[in-house]
């Protein structure tokens, strides 16, 4: 028998008993629905944190940090291994490592024009910044011919405040709070566009505690403006690591010797930091999961490691759990559709048990009684599918419009971008299509099985 | 046709036995029956006699307790169910007292339907089904449903559908039970000129004398037994 024929026949008997094949084709339709609209709830959940994260930081971008290193439940476990040149050429051994780069991280007060703030500096290999995704809004590159030239992080400006009213303040509340003023007055942003190619001069470290006594050390030249989207180097400047460690130098010679005093120097222990290790190393891996890879690797190296993608897994973790308990609701509906496909093939064996003898009177083998039912139950299973995942996208589309409207905000990363209320990749439509024709076919195994082995004589001899 | 001179059908010692709760039934007992080429042969007896059984038996449809069927030099017995919805798709057609059309499909598609499940192309299903059903006095009624069909036309939708893959053996249990005697001699004086003219072998079971008087042999049955030798 070919198996058009088979299809179109089976079409056919389920277009017989329109009622009967819409109301079970309606069970699966909601039952098909509910499972993907289920699911797209955790997968939107698990979309907006994965873009959350990557708004906090590169996914793929391990960081090795100096200091104690920590078991999973965050107890302290000894000290890193120190962060000197050897580490940098071990990490940048390992596999799975794209780009490397020691970070050297010195804090300072800068002036431009008027303004004066305080300032991040974090001195990196500057051949290796594009390769760890640092992405420029403006400006350029640092190149090996700059001298003092940084790159700033988009809010870097919003540190900076107003000389002349601190001036003011401290002519009134006099020298003892000198130090609180800092922090009492009020910044006043500079936009990045605005200190794009400005000359930055950092400050000497004020003498006996007069933060209007100090002296420009050195100019850093603004070369470039870090992305807007790139939260966690927004309040950073990253110039080359061997001038920031000049920089360090004559910074140290201006200081005070009671302030020099308080910097701990210890060198007996191989195993403690050195006044030049670095404060951090960064790593850059090919993509999400091998930074989580290497982030373990690095830990069982002996590096207090950490990534956003170890963060990551956490929480896909739990959002998994989710999905399964809400994938498992909208199972139990399928389940019953399933129930339903079955009681309706059977339901349809009894109405036509005469009409299968016949068929095999004539002559149908039983592969052909037995597919002609697994098709019809199929093609339940493929029409209901078909029209629960056509109806998931609009629930879908009809819950990310209200969700919006209830939430009242647009998404974390600004305007632009939505929050998502429910997420339905293709892979989920076309699973759940796959799904929902196979709950058809299985639902249908047993009536097909009793159609096929109906016997001929007894089946035409029943009575109406 | 190939080995005309021998009988397209023989049993040996055919046996039949049902339990029907705690009795043992002999629907047939013991036939030896032979069932000439080309011939209109017709199994009488009253209802009970074991008739319908005999023909279940003679078209493969049930298996014998004990015995035989022979269907051109084939053991029924020996196929297996596939095997013999094959062979009754090649070898056999099949007339029902209550018609035994399926209700969803037209005239014709019930006609084709034999040659559906042999696995002919649409097209010559269609061809071979519209043919006959011309011949059969149906040309105007092609697309209608059994429902919309009455008895007789109905009893002739069926005798196309038994005739269309050119069996060797027409099979037809009690085909005018449910038809007025008019309409009865119409279907019966069509049956047999259609198997004279295309050489089938009809195996008819009835009640009805004037039924079989026109058959060319006639075996009496009663208690499962043939009466008249075979």
Redesign the interface.
Known sequence: MNKWDILKLAYRNLWRRKGRTILTTLGVVIGTASIVVMLSLGLAITENQRKNMERWGNLNIVRVMAGMRFDDKGQPIGAGKPLNDEAVAEIRSMQGVVAVSPAYVFGGEVRMERKRGYIQLVGIDPSQMQALEFKLSQGRYITPEDKNAIIIGYRVGNNLRDERELRRMMASKGRAISTKIMSVSRPQPVEPAELLGKRLSLLSSPSEGNPMDVRPLVNLEVVGVLDEKDMQRAYEAYCSIDELKQIKKMFEKTMQPAQKSGIPRQRNDPNQPGPDDYQYIMVRASDVGEAKRLSDALKRAGYNAWSMADSLEGIEKQTRTMRAILGGIGGISLFVAALGIANTMVMSIYERTREIGIMKVIGAAVADIRILFLSEASLIGLIGGTLGVGLSYVISYVMNDLGLRFIGMPGPAGPGEKIMVSLIPPWLAIAALGFAIAVGLISGVYPANRAARLRPVKAIRMDY | MENSGKPVIQTRSLTKKYRLGQEIVVAVNEVNLTIPRGKFVCIMGVSGSGKSTLL?LL?G??RPTKGEVDFEGYNLSAMS??QM??F???YMG?I?QTY??????SALENVA??L????V??KERDKRARELLVQLGLGDRLKNRPSQLSGGQQQRVAIA?ALI?HPRVVFADEPTGNLDSHTSKEVMELLTRLVYERGHTLVMVTHDPNVASYADFVFHMRDGQILNGG
């Open positions: 279940h078209a449809l049930d169910e596939n919805a094959a009754r798709r090649k099949f029902f035994n059309l399926i209700p969803a499909l339907l034999p559906l499940f042999a696995g192309p649409q559908r893959n």
